[in-house]
């Protein structure tokens, strides 16, 4: 049964006491990427997605609206669905939880487990959170969520998930990339280690659950909501029917899931599979929380923002890639219109779109957009064999489940042809090497091939375009030509395009400096020994941390060789900390000491600005700390 080439990528299934918000959005994304990433290359991926409907917290939703569960339930799926729908989610199966095909396969393994031994009578005692259906160590607020829990009292079937410690600990221990990011595998680790209790899995309270398997005779009991849950990865792949062809996916499951459902995923779900001795998952990829502007997204504060609304103002490519370039997955984020104009802008139009038409442009200047050439290796031999080296390390970033890591070196693809373009100069090198300038565009249109199958798993729609534009078709048997060391994308005919990334509007920014009335005054310029007397020098980020209580600082340590400095510098709105460590920089540093936010700040870091755009000045090529800019 086991088939190398089948997976399974799965999201959670959304509970439907909620409209699909951006935190849903994102997780389907990351899960639609992962299907996209394999399948190009030659995987046969079952994409798994749908909704969670029962349970005592849909109960109570479906009354305040009037309506009985199901009809509630079926309101709140439809628009799921439409939501994935609009966003051209490639998923293969849309499950419910009502459907009748998991019921059945719900009181199956209830039933097996039951047969196992792994299943006895009780009684609840203690705490639940009805928030996040979870039983909780007797508090009277929820550790997860910190709503107000109630106080249960009832009979209850309950699962031996002690029995399962030790089996548990091994599977981690054996399979340290079973989730990933890793300090979430740890987190779990010393959860287990602290020692499992027994877990309730059923409920005699309401009645909107899946009853017990009629084999147990005991009607008055319904299927806890987090066992119904975590069992429609199996029943979407035809558990309860025992259609083996789909369930050979199982066999190499990946189930994406947000930090609040990690402890259901890693801990429930495993030891319930060894009960059902199913094959175990391959990777949990758990991502952190969006948060809007600052702060938890919540119904109450009236702040959760609907992703379809946000893509129809700012494109639906130009938010997944922002949702997914953005953040180091496992790690939270923040959402602003700000910060998505900004990196739209500085990336897809700045950097990849302008590459595009300036191919494009030159393609058509020079050679009336017919490019052929068989001389790119002999004139740019080492500049393709270093971009193609990058591109091939982007493989495990995307494995390591970190994909703002392959977006951030794939971006270096797009900014070395820009460099490299820069530093031929093909306007001034068609006029004496035809040949030669020709070679350069049709490296360049080979690269930007190539990084169309990288972009595909991203954003979909203009990496296809973008293949278009170069004559190709994005699918798996020419991704492998594609991606052959010394493949070259020639002849090919480039016609004139219109912008794929067009400018983000940013008028709607507040403004960074006071708008002050200001005469306009003559350049007043400088002698070169006034330029002599400012001490500006490279350094490398050896450390960077956000300013608590301020939007705009970081504080940066930097190493000029002979010493580090502290330097606040207000860039947070440009730069994420972690994305500067090991960066070089340039610094003014015969500043006079500022104090900021209570802290000094020995220097002042260089940067180049335009139009509410930022960036960092370095040196092109590496320099040793200390070095001098004059
Ligand atoms: N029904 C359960 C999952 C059962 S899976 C067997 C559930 N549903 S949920 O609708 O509450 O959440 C689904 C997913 O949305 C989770 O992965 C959660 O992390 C994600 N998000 C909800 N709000 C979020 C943010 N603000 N940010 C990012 N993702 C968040 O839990």
């Not at 389907?28 to 990427?33: G, H, S």
């Not at 995987?43 to 309506?67: N, R």
Request: one cysteine or more; a neutral charge.
């Amino acid at each position: 049964m086991n088939n190398p080439k089948k997976m399974l990528v799965s999201t959670p299934i959304y509970y439907v006491n909620d409209v699909p918000h951006l935190g849903h959005a994102y997780t389907t994304f990351i899960a639609d990427m992962l299907k996209k990433y394999h399948a190009l290359r030659g995987k046969d991926v079952f994409l798994l997605t749908g909704t969670d409907e029962h349970g005592q917290k849909i109960a109570l939703s479906a009354a305040k609206h009037h309506q009985s569960p199901l009809e509630y339930a079926s309101q709140i799926s439809q628009a799921f669905k439409d939501q994935w729908d609009y966003f051209n989610i490639d998923y293969n199966h849309f499950i419910r939880t009502t459907d009748q095909a998991h019921q059945q396969a719900v009181q199956k393994a209830f039933e097996i487990m039951h047969a196992q031994g792994d299943i006895y009578k009780g009684k609840y005692q203690g705490s639940y959170c009805v928030s996040c259906e979870s039983f909780v160590a007797s508090h009277a607020l929820c550790p997860d969520c910190g709503k107000e829990t109630i106080i249960l009292e009832e009979e209850s079937y309950f699962f031996r998930l002690s029995h399962y410690q030790e089996r548990l600990l091994d599977f981690y221990k054996q399979h340290p990339k079973a989730i990933l990011p890793l300090f979430r595998r740890n987190e779990v680790v010393r959860f287990i280690e602290q020692g499992l209790h027994d877990l309730s899995i059923t409920r005699t309270s309401f009645e909107w659950g899946i009853k017990l398997p009629a084999s147990l005779h005991d009607p008055k009991h319904v299927v806890y909501v987090w066992l119904d849950a975590l069992l429609n990865y199996v029943s979407a792949l035809g558990y309860a029917s025992l259609d083996t062809n789909k369930m050979a996916y199982f066999d190499h499951a990946i189930h994406v899931v947000g930090k609040d459902i990690l402890r259901f995923h890693a801990i429930y779900w495993p030891a319930f599979l060894m009960s059902l001795e199913l094959p175990l998952f391959e990777h949990l990829c758990v991502h952190g929380w969006w948060t809007i502007e600052g702060v938890k997204m919540s119904k109450s504060i009236g702040n959760v923002l609907c992703a379809k609304q946000e893509a129809q103002k700012y494109g639906e490519e130009n938010l997944r890639y922002f949702l997914l370039r953005e953040v180091p997955l496992g790690q939270d984020g923040d959402f602003s219109s700000l910060a998505l104009i900004r990196r739209s802008n500085a990336d897809l139009s700045n950097t990849l779109g302008n590459l595009i038409q300036r191919l494009s442009g030159m393609a058509i200047q020079y050679f009336q957009g017919q490019l052929k050439s068989t001389q790119v290796l002999e004139h740019y031999g080492t500049s393709y064999a270093h971009m193609q080296a990058l591109l091939e390390s982007l493989d495990a970033s995307m494995l390591e489940m970190q994909p703002h890591k392959y977006l951030e070196d794939l971006w270096k693809v797009f900014e070395g042809a820009n460099v490299l373009i820069a530093k031929e100069e093909p306007w001034n090198l068609i006029k004496t090497d035809k040949e030669k300038t020709m070679s350069l565009l049709v490296l360049i249109a080979t690269l930007l091939a190539k990084s169309a199958f990288y972009l595909y798993p991203i954003m979909p729609t203009s990496a296809q375009k973008l293949a278009t534009l170069l004559g190709l078709s994005l699918d798996s048997p020419n991704f492998k030509a594609c991606m052959q060391k010394d493949y070259v994308l020639s002849p090919l005919t480039l016609v004139k395009n219109p912008p794929l990334f067009p400018k983000l509007e940013l008028s709607k920014e507040p403004p960074t400096t006071p708008a002050v009335a200001t005469q306009p005054t003559p350049p007043k310029l400088l002698k070169i020994g006034d330029f002599s007397k400012l001490e500006i020098k490279v350094g490398t980020i050896i450390q960077a941390k956000s300013v608590p209580k301020s939007d705009k600082l970081l504080q940066l340590e930097v190493d000029f060789g002979d010493r580090v400095r502290v330097i606040l510098s207000g860039i947070a709105q440009h730069y994420q900390p972690h994305d500067l460590i090991g960066k070089q920089v340039c610094a003014l540093l015969n500043l006079e000491p500022r104090k900021m936010m209570g802290m000094l700040s020995e220097g002042m870091i260089l940067s180049a600005s335009d139009a509410g755009m930022l960036k960092l000045i370095a040196p092109l090529e590496p320099m040793p700390n200390g070095s001098t800019i004059s």
